[in-house]
């Protein structure tokens, strides 16, 4: 009998194509199926919670699978991790009931993206932040945030190629955090994200905290569904797949 296993994953997406498998590239979700596939001799496929960009880091993406393993969690994640390269842990693994999924059970997400605001840059962990010399105004920033917290069509924001039925999405909470060091920390959670949607508000934000907009520009941006009149899509070395709640 096959069980349905929930898996929590922690990955740094350097190196990596983004979390879906791809034919001649190197991506998250091809990795652990190849440890399962040694670990059970099955071919396994698993459903992540939603694709994550190449470049983009978690703490928390979410994947379910079933199989026919009478391997318990403990061990099947321990055998995981000593499998995965070291860029991919698996930090939770469950049984859930036969209904759950990992993309379609999903109630939201939470992204965060970091921001490095200092004239002088940093060596250690400069694969994480995007660096921005020119101070930024937080206060611009946040008042810019609240025109996109709620249900909206998100076009304005939403990369080319995005496979949706729809392309409107409720943000349930969006905030912005100041951190001794000169980090930034802007948080996004949605009932779920078009492609590089959060990447784009943040490209728009930090315009709007650089004086380039105003946060009414902001709101004008989203009401217009037009992806030209919003800012440049954020380095994806600064974004996050924080946790997925269900």
């Known amino acids: 009998m096959k069980r349905n296993f929930k898996i929590v994953i922690e990955y740094d997406g350097t190196l990596y194509k983004g979390w879906q498998k791809q034919k001649s590239a190197k991506t998250i979700q091809e990795e652990i199926e190849k440890a399962l596939k040694i670990i059970t001799g099955k071919e396994i496929i698993i459903a992540g919670s939603g694709r994550t960009d190449a470049g983009v880091h978690s703490y928390g993406q979410t994947a379910s699978f079933f199989s026919g393993t009478k391997l318990e969690c403990k061990t099947l994640q321990k055998g995981l991790n000593a499998l995965l390269p070291k860029e991919i842990v698996i930090v939770e693994c469950s049984i859930e009931k036969n209904d759950f999924h990992a993309r379609y059970s999903a109630k939201s997400k939470i992204y965060h993206y970091r921001v490095l605001n200092s004239p002088i840059r940093r060596a250690i962990n400069r694969d994480y932040f995007l660096h921005i010399k020119k101070k930024l105004d937080i206060i611009k920033m946040k008042e810019a945030l609240n025109f996109i917290i709620g249900t909206y069509d998100f076009s304005a924001f939403e990369g080319a190629g995005s496979h949706r039925q729809s392309s409107v999405r409720t943000i349930l909470n969006a905030k912005i955090y100041e951190e001794d ?54 380095s994806a070395k600064g974004l996050f797949l924080m946790k997925v709640f269900y």
């Open 181 to 234: 060091d000169g980090y930034i920390i802007f948080e996004l959670e949605a009932d779920g994200f078009l492609r590089y949607m959060a990447r784009n508000i943040v490209g728009t934000l930090i315009e709007a905290g650089a004086g380039k907009r105003t946060p009414e520009d902001f709101k004008n941006i989203l009401e217009s569904k037009d992806r030209s009149l919003a800012g440049k899509t954020a």
